[in-house]
């Protein structure tokens, strides 16, 4: 993943996936927003940070995993393509891609962009 940010949010009890879903979407608009921010006020010529973010929804097992020479915390799981399943709004379908570590091609999804 390089320098990124993990962050999970759960679905509240009695709460709902659309909830959630909504919830992290918001959350990494924001950041992206954060960062837009912080390139305009940059010196002409200076280097620009660039970043992209993934959304998932489903069940997922988290901790470290790795070895005394490199441990990471992450989450991992199956659920690719739940998020936009159950985010209720739309979304445009990129295609079938492979995806490192799963057998099986997954569909990947873009949001429309945001209006201003």
Same mark, same amino acid.
């Given at each position: 993943?390089? @320098?990124?940010?993990?962050?999970?949010?759960?679905?509240m009890?009695?709460?709902?996936?659309?909830?959630?879903?909504?919830?992290?979407?918001l959350?990494?608009?924001?950041?992206?927003?954060?960062?837009?921010?912080?390139?305009?006020?940059?010196?002409?010529?200076?280097?620009?940070?660039?970043?992209?973010?993934?959304?998932?929804?489903?069940?997922?097992?988290? !901790?470290?995993? !790795?070895?005394?020479?490199?441990? @990471?915390f992450?989450?991992?799981? &199956?659920?690719?393509?739940?998020?936009?399943?159950?985010? @209720?709004? &739309?979304?445009?379908?990129?295609?079938?891609?492979?995806?490192?570590?799963?057998?099986?091609?997954?569909?990947?999804?873009?949001?429309?962009?945001?209006?201003?």
């Amino acid at each position: 993943m390089g @320098d990124g940010v993990l962050a999970f949010f759960h679905q509240m009890p009695g709460g709902t996936a659309k909830e959630a879903c909504r919830g992290a979407l918001l959350a990494a608009r924001q950041g992206l927003s954060a960062l837009a921010e912080r390139n305009r006020r940059q010196e002409p010529g200076a280097a620009l940070l660039q970043a992209g973010f993934a959304l998932h929804y489903g069940t997922v097992s988290y !901790g470290n995993i !790795g070895s005394g020479g490199r441990l @990471d915390f992450t989450v991992i799981g &199956p659920d690719v393509q739940a998020f936009a399943e159950r985010l @209720d709004q &739309p979304v445009w379908e990129l295609g079938h891609f492979e995806l490192r570590g799963f057998s099986k091609l997954h569909r990947l999804f873009e949001l429309p962009a945001e209006e201003e």
